[in-house]
């Protein structure tokens, strides 16, 4: 479903040849100050584009029982797999390795870090209604989105602002919360909104 030249060729290339310039290096602090709130270890949960998998670490730590990380790439993608085998061997973390607009399931909850931006503007349509599939009724999609706007256009990371993704959005989730980010790691403050999204039932 992606026509844009970011396909699954261009990201591994990116993970071989370690140019990986938006990794933080650790769990994000909106998303981290987000999952230390919730008490359900339960749900599934979801991290789409998750690459290096911080928030998918912090979750297996912290005892959540049902972990999915998903990425395009092969090369990280096998690296979480030997990494974080003994997750997998007790059935907490699933990593599967496809396209983000292929993946079937549900999730009580979809965890945004940096994969929005990532993709394509011309894909943006399409990635809310996935999520919308993806999200189970009572399902949310939560995390962190770019609130700038980049000097360049032709290559990730792809920004934007509040006011052109809240129409966006609307349609398919009840907007809990899309506000500009209190809590972002130094780098990035002022620069990032903070979404908390339910899905809507059409």
Known sequence: MNPTPFDQNYWDTRYQNHETGWD???????????IDQLTNRTWRILLPGAGNSYE???LLQQGFEQVHILDISPTVCQRLQDELSEYIEQGRLEVHCEDFFDHQNTYD???????FCALSPDL??????KMHELTRPTGRLVGVLFDRVFDHTDRPPFGGKISEYVPLFAPYFELHTFATCYNSVPPRAGTECFINLRHLEA
Do not use: C, N
């Open 124 to 129: 943006r349509a399409g990635y809310i209604q």
């Open 56 to 58: 998918a670490i912090y």
């Open 109 to 115: 909850l979809v965890l945004e870090q940096t994969f």
């Open 24 to 34: 933080i290096g650790y769990v994000s602090t909106p998303i981290k100050d987000y």
